[in-house]
């Protein structure tokens, strides 16, 4: 069974069109994340989640709207896609913060090709 | 803000060999450290984790070290394989909402 599962893994679409990435994790964790990693292969947090509640927001274009329906999915919409949204976008989990023993499990990423 | 950086950035090595991969961070206020391995299209693979009070951690042919203190990890692979071709990343959780900041990778292969 994947503890982390993206779809789609594959996404090819026109600028300006909107999509959704969807993630499940089956963990039972209460924490989730969305990264972003770009063409040099550089990974950056985009949101996390703890319990449906935005924790973290970092500085990222109001086009990505993540939304939890419930603590084990974590869904990415983006409005308006440009070029540079171009990228591996990956779905992680983990209990919620317990100091040194917080562990991040990852899906398998979702490459997202605008054009 | 936390910086992490891997030396090399790639490596290449016949199959047999011991090697060394190094991580290094500039905030030492972490709470722990992970070595992942990315494969070619595909997802991060947890490999060890290590806690901010430990030195090191082993896990078969893999072992991490950690110096908090001087912002230093590394690891090390014993007996290189062709299936240990991979890139490995380092990440180290420097914050109370779990964070994690990667450093950009050492892209290894091994050749028979």
């Known amino acids: 069974d994947t503890a982390v599962s993206q779809t789609p893994k594959y996404l090819v679409t026109q600028m300006g069109n909107d999509k959704s990435i969807k993630c499940e994790q089956n963990?039972?964790?209460?924490?989730m994340y969305w990264y972003k990693q770009d063409s040099k292969k550089f990974l950056k947090i985009m949101f996390s989640y703890n319990n449906k509640e935005l924790i973290i927001n970092e500085t990222v274009p109001n086009r990505f709207s993540p939304k939890s329906p419930d603590k084990a999915h974590l869904n990415l919409h983006i409005n308006s896609l440009e070029l540079g949204d171009s990228a591996v976008y990956f779905c992680a989990s983990s209990r919620p913060f317990r100091g040194g023993l917080t562990e991040a499990f990852f899906g398998q990423g979702t490459r997202l090709t605008v054009v | 803000k936390q910086e992490v950086t891997q030396i090399p950035a790639a490596l290449s090595v016949p199959e047999g060999e011991n090697l060394v991969l190094n991580c290094s961070f500039t905030?030492?206020?972490?709470?722990?450290l992970q070595w992942f391995r990315q494969d070619p299209g595909k997802g991060l693979t947890s490999l060890l984790l290590i806690q901010s009070s430990q030195r090191e951690q082993t896990s078969g042919r893999l072992n991490a070290s950690l110096d908090k203190s001087s912002g230093r990890s590394t690891l090390y692979i014993a007996a290189s394989q062709p299936g240990d071709s991979a890139t490995y990343l380092c990440a180290v959780r420097g914050s109370t909402l779990g964070r994690l900041y990667f450093g950009r990778g050492t892209q290894l292969t091994v050749w028979p």
């Open positions: 963990l039972g964790h209460d924490t």
């Open positions: 905030d030492s206020a972490i709470y722990n």
